[in-house]
């Protein structure tokens, strides 16, 4: 018999719906199952096969408990690889908690947060990148997300790595053996080749490390703050991009006391734009504090949307933005374009080059705006094959992976030992070995597995 224990958990959220999912995993899945389990053809389940479904009742003490569905898999062929045993019930909070507690009484644990997804990491049936994006696939809430957790549950990720890995790993074995020969001065690694694989081993890492970036920002979210002096239809511009009446529209500067945040979609990618309070000098002592919260929302940000509604705007303000947030991209939009003949747009298009212009009431040139924010999110990649890295850990990994791998190239450079070199190259593996988990500690996977759901 294995040493686990056998777990329970709710695998479905917590509160009422129409059914409900409990999940027990692990050697005595089966056997306590039986105890409270009475299958209405009167079959034990230890005598059914995996893979099957059986309709019954949950009884205790001739009590019937509800009539449930339960679904049998038998390890190792299941999602952890043990025995599992999931009972379908109907939906009551209260029916879940009796049914939990009758297995906990009967020997079953309370399983912790993702401890499913780390026994079927544990037992071999995914590596850690693939369990990190089951979290991730959880989480998606965009075309994009989803597309690129379900690449990584599929393995892409982790088997350009693997391969990665093994291609460094047979170097590493060699230069060793030259340790064991190194009165005889051998050279069993060819160092052409080894620096050919070095440097294609860097530009994997580079491309990986590079796609973080957007990764990020799909798993994310892009925050977009909607910023300018009051009254210039910050609101209203949020409010079209919605398509829906968000936030409160008037006529009265500082009307936005409040931020006020929503998401779209755009292409796949989620945008998520922030109104804020207009920038004034203002006595009124809520204002300040909402245009304080505005400037927190600016920091925040990856994109600044600058609003102004008449050539008269202040240009003083664009520039304090422009030159306290040179590392964000700004753009700047002129709205109410109802308003100007074609001469004050000529003018302003001059004078500020790249200005969008559109009316936000009117709902006119909002499609241009959209163009331009997602010409600005590097998108190159996205459909194609190539891993997209979106895991802060993994780019961590990939990062130190490159590091060592620029001091094994250097350590070639200068003609470094090779005792000294095979400890980079060691360092490099482990960092690798990092991301698909062939090389873990279990502060690592407390880490990674409390961040899930229970029942996961
Ligand atoms: N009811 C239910 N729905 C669910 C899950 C689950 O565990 N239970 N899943 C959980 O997240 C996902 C599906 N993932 C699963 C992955 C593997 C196996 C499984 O039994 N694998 C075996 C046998 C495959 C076969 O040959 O049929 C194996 O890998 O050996 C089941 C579910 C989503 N939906
Ligand atoms: N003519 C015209 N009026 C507009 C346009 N967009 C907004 N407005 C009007 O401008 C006024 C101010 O709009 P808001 O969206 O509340 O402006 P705001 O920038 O959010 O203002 P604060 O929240 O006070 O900072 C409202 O009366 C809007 O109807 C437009 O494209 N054309
Ligand atoms: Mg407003």
Known sequence: MSNTNTIIALATPSGMGAIAIIRVSGPEAIEISDTVFKSVRGKKLKDQKSHTIHLGHIIENEKVMDKVLVSLFKGPNSYTGEDIVEVSCHGSPYIQQQIIQLFLRKGCDMASAGEYTLRAFLNGKMDLSQAEAVADLIASDSEAAHEIAMQ?????????????????????????????????????????????????????????????????????????????????????????????????????????????????????????????????????????????????????????????????????????????????????????????????????????????????????????????????????????????VTNSRHYDALLKALEEIQKVKEGMEVGLASDLMAIDIRQALFHLGEITGSVTTDDLLGNIFSNFCIGK
Not at 163 to 186: G, M, P, T, Y
Not at 187 to 205: G, K, M, P, W
Not at 319 to 324: A, G, P
């Open 152 to 388: 990584q549950m599929r393995g892409g990720f982790s088997n350009q790595i693997e391969k990665l890995r093994a291609e460094l790993l047979n170097f590493a074995s060699l230069i060793e053996l030259e340790l064991d020969f190194s009165q005889e001065d051998v050279e069993f690694a060819d160092r052409t080749q080894f620096n050919e694989l070095l440097n294609h081993i860097s530009e994997v890492l580079k491309r990986l490390i590079d796609s973080f970036n957007l990764g990020n920002v799909i798993k994310n979210g892009i925050p977009v703050a909607i910023v300018g002096e009051p009254n210039v239809g910050k609101s209203t511009l949020l409010n079209a991009l919605l398509n829906e009446d968000r936030a409160i529209v008037s006529d009265i500067p500082g009307t936005t006391r409040d931020t006020v945040e929503d998401q779209i979609s755009l292409n796949g990618i989620n945008f998520r734009f922030i109104d804020t309070a207009g920038i004034r000098e203002t006595s009124d002592a809520v204002e300040q504090i909402g245009i304080k919260r505005t400037f927190d929302k600016i920091e925040q940000a990856k994109l600044i949307i600058f609003l102004f509604d008449t050539p008269k705007f202040d240009r003083l303000e664009l520039e304090r933005i422009k030159k306290s947030y040179p590392n964000k991209e700004l753009l700047t939009i002129c709205n109410k374009m109802d308003l100007l003949d074609a001469s004050q747009i000529d003018q302003l298009k001059k004078e500020i080059p790249k200005t969008i212009f559109l009316s936000a009431k009117h709902k006119t040139g909002i499609s241009n705006l959209e163009e331009k924010l997602l010409s600005l999110i590097d998108s190159g990649s996205l459909g194609s094959n190539d891993t997209v």
